[in-house]
């Protein structure tokens, strides 16, 4: 079976701290792919970043960086210097092999809200 | 270009009606995918199509649901006999092909569906 975990619900904090969303996966798949989506106010989810199993080479994409670990089935979302028009709700997701890479697997989701 | 849209915005129905929902894909797109989000969850996977054949439906919850895609473009997901648990917000995504991760799920706004 597949499943994400995104054990932060919500998450507060002030303009220009730094921020990291944790995400766990569970798969047996042996190739597969992780996603972080953002879903602003307005419900329109947003792909940002996407990360397949063979690559584990952590990046940095302007304010976005992700740390995925194989060993530990963790793929973690750092925002630097958070401005108030991140806040969303953010869902990491998994799609793997077995399903032919057609549907994604989501987390629950964490709420984030960045203050002025 | 355009991006994936979806009608009605909002859907309010009594319990036991029928509903349709329409997903508008970009153009050009040959793979269209549904999803089901409940307040407060990440989406779920209800089906995929691949040109005019649903590939994969394992999502569908029961036989009250079932999609068509009938000239590989806009798709219809119907419900018939809706239940208050039904109640979500039907989200559409479409992708250039199917059975690739690499290729992104763009996603529409999505319809709120509410069962009285």
């Known amino acids: 079976a597949q499943k994400v975990t995104q054990a932060q619900t919500e998450i507060s904090v002030v303009e220009k701290e730094d921020v990291t969303l944790d995400c766990v996966y569970e798969t047996r798949d042996t190739t597969y792919y992780l996603f972080w989506y953002k879903q602003p106010p307005s419900g329109e989810l947003v792909f940002l970043i996407r990360r397949n199993s063979f690559d584990e080479q952590n990046e940095i994409s302007g304010r976005y960086s992700w740390n995925f670990q194989k060993s530990t089935s963790s793929f973690n979302f750092t925002i630097t210097a958070s401005q108030v028009v991140d806040s969303a709700v953010y869902f990491c997701?998994?799609?793997?092999?077995?399903?032919?890479?057609?549907?994604?697997?989501f987390g629950a989701g964490t709420r984030l809200a960045v203050h002025p | 270009g355009a991006g994936v849209s979806q009608t009605p915005s909002n859907k309010v129905t009594e319990k036991g009606k029928y509903v349709e929902l329409r997903c508008d894909p970009i153009?050009?797109?040959?793979?269209l995918y549904w999803y089901r989000q409940s307040l407060g969850q990440g989406p779920e996977f209800l089906i995929y199509f691949q040109g005019t054949g649903a590939a994969d439906d394992s999502g569908l919850p029961n036989d009250r649901f079932f999609a068509v895609r009938p000239e590989g473009s806009v798709s219809t997901l119907k419900i018939q006999r809706t239940e208050r648990g039904d109640s979500a917000v039907y989200l559409c995504?479409?992708?250039?092909?199917?059975?690739?991760?690499?290729?992104?799920?763009?996603f529409g706004p999505g319809t709120r569906l509410t069962v009285l």
């Open positions: 153009s050009g797109h040959t793979a």
């Open positions: 997701a998994l799609s793997g092999n077995s399903g032919g890479y057609n549907k994604l697997i």
């Open positions: 995504a479409s992708s250039q092909r199917g059975g690739e991760a690499y290729n992104e799920q763009f």
